[in-house]
């Protein structure tokens, strides 16, 4: 069943750990679940003892029906044997169910001492039903038609039971540190009869607490104010033995007086003295007449810029009337400083004294830059002002320069404007850069050719002159060594050259000597068959 779009049962687990978060380790406690049954989910034990809480109530389960009357029955004979000073039961259901003998189930209640308060998260006939139970027990019914409001009831509740508790027992107050208040009433306080249950607040000194330590006298500076707070009372109630005590006049008295102002002495005055990082705090106490103090047993209490206060804080007398004390490294701010001296035979001085704790040195400026001041004027051109008026003199001359950017910008106009016309009146298409990609590579290839080409005929003509040269060896061995068997006929003889053939021969020669390289081993050839022609 949900509310709101939130599980009911969600709502009770969160309004249980609400309700725990006020009780304190003493405090007993138990949760018991119930549908057709009961069923403990915490057996009732003091909150110190318990386990994981929120574990165990993370189980429980929505199912089955609802039997108010077996939930309750089951508490009541669980808080029967429970030796708390109260007993209490908060009841959280949805439903209602008049089956049982209530009657019966409340006298028993009665009888314990139990009290019973109901929390209705349904409607209809249970309101009625659940308001006549808490009144019965003594309690009180919250009718939950806001379900994010029934956490906030499980914490009234239980505060209103546990958060406000009265103790009422014969105990011996037990002292647990020093205070003005008992000055002088330390051994032999009487017997207190019961008390208010409080907690102390974490800036309080508690000074007497009960068997069960619980404040019973409690004192608290908050800066230069001070309270104090005595649970017991003054009257025969719970403080019967009191009343009778011969030191309960002056326990009174001093426990009001201790929250006045103290009467300030003259003659004490207070300072940090630092030492580099480190303080000292001093004090200078002298009489009326400039005679110093010596010998005084000197405390301070001191309250800190974020209202910490530290008390009883011993200075050791270093020089006439001086009494130091180091501080460490304090945080700047406004310290509140109460002086206390006091000397057997002597009445007791007192003072309180401001002092603030300066930033540390290397965070103050000390003094004036000078030579930061002088860099600034001489990369400015500046100059030093004898009066602070004349920062306010208008006698600062313009600076303005300029540059004639026309004709750099026409330059660059005229540059660019071949280009813009080529831009927008040549079209080129993706045909026309094949084009030119060919044509360029053909311009580099006749660039790289020539230099190419002649070392590679170079090379030609080399092979071909080597081969050329064993082919014409060859052809003069030939016919001696292919020289036929049978007699051939005698050649006939060459007639001898005229000279008239001679001079034409000659005149042959230099045509012969233009021809090129290529023609060398041809003309060696012909050679050789003219001398072979001239000796036969």
């Given amino acids: 069943v949900q509310i709101n779009g939130v599980p009911k049962v969600d709502i009770g687990k969160e309004a249980i750990l609400r309700a725990v978060s006020a009780l304190t380790a003493r405090d007993e406690f138990g949760v018991v679940a119930f549908n057709e049954n009961a069923n403990w989910v915490v057996h009732t034990a003091p909150l110190g003892t318990e386990g994981d809480i929120e574990q165990a109530i993370g189980a429980i389960h929505p199912e089955g029906q609802t039997n108010i009357y077996a939930g309750l029955s089951a508490a009541v004979d669980e808080l029967s044997t429970v030796s708390a000073t109260r007993r209490h039961i908060v009841l959280f259901t949805d439903g209602w169910s008049s ?37 019965q027990g003594g309690g009180r019914y919250y009718a939950a038609t806001d ?44 017997q207190l ?87 000292v705090l001093r004090l200078h106490s002298v009489e009326s ?15 800190d810029p974020d209202l910490t206060l530290r008390e009883g804080l011993k200075l050791t007398q270093v020089a006439p009337g001086v009494y130091e004390t180091d501080m460490g490294t304090l945080t700047p701010g406004a310290y509140a400083l109460r002086f206390v001296q006091t000397k057997p035979g002597d ?100 660039w790289r050719g020539p230099a190419r080409r002649t070392q590679h005929v170079g090379e030609m003509l080399a092979a071909k002159s080597r081969a050329g040269g064993a082919a ?8 001696t060594e292919d020289a036929p068997t049978e007699p051939t006929a005698p050649p006939t003889p060459k007639p001898a050259p005229t000279p008239a053939a001679e001079a034409t021969a000659k005149a042959d020669q230099p045509a012969a000597a233009d021809q090129p390289a290529a023609a060398d081993t041809i003309a060696r050839l012909r050679e050789a068959k003219q001398r072979r022609r001239d000796g036969s």
């Avoid at 994010?148 to 009831?153: E, F, G, R, Y």
């Avoid at 908050?222 to 719970?238: C, E, F, H, N, P």
């Avoid at 014409?472 to 016919?479: G, T, V």
């Fill in 193 to 279: 009869k019961g008390y208010n249950g409080t907690t102390a607040k974490d800036a309080a000194q508690t000074v007497l607490v009960s068997s069960r330590d619980d404040p019973v006298l409690a004192q608290w500076q908050y800066g230069l104010g001070r309270s104090v707070a005595w649970t017991s009372d003054a009257q025969g109630r719970w403080a019967t033995n009191w009343v009778a005590w011969s030191g309960f006049n002056k326990f009174f008295s001093q426990m009001v007086s201790w929250t006045f102002p103290g009467e300030e002495s003259g003659g004490m005055e207070a300072e940090f003295v630092q030492n580099g990082d480190q303080t």
């Fill in 147 to 190: 379900p994010a409001s029934i956490p906030d009831i499980f914490l009234k509740e239980t505060q209103q039971v546990s958060g406000q508790q009265i103790v009422e027992e014969d105990f011996f107050p037990i002292l647990t540190s020093s205070s003005p208040i008992l000055r002088g009433l330390e051994d032999g306080l009487p």
């Fill in 289 to 303: 007449d400039g005679t110093p103090r010596n010998f005084y047993d000197s405390s301070v209490n001191i309250t």
């Fill in 472 to 479: 014409s060896r060859a052809a003069l061995l030939r016919p």
């Fill in 347 to 446: 009445s007791p001085l007192a003072r309180t004294v401001m002092l603030v704790a300066p930033t540390p040195a290397e965070y103050r400026l000390l003094g004036t830059n000078e030579r930061l001041l002088a860099a600034l004027r001489s990369s400015t051109n500046g100059r030093e002002l004898s009066v602070g008026k004349d920062a306010w003199t208008h006698d600062l001359g313009t600076t303005t320069a300029s540059t004639d950017m026309v004709p750099w910008l026409l330059l660059l106009a005229l540059l660019l404007w071949p280009l813009d016309v080529g831009i927008r009146r040549v079209s080129v298409s993706r045909g026309d850069v094949g084009l030119a990609r060919t044509w360029t590579a053909a311009r580099w290839r006749a």
């Fill in 99 to 135: 089956s049982g003998e209530y009657t019966d189930l409340i006298a028993r209640m009665k009888a314990a001492g139990i009290t019973l308060s109901t929390v209705g998260a349904g409607g209809g006939g249970a309101g009625d039903f659940l308001s006549g139970l808490a009144e």
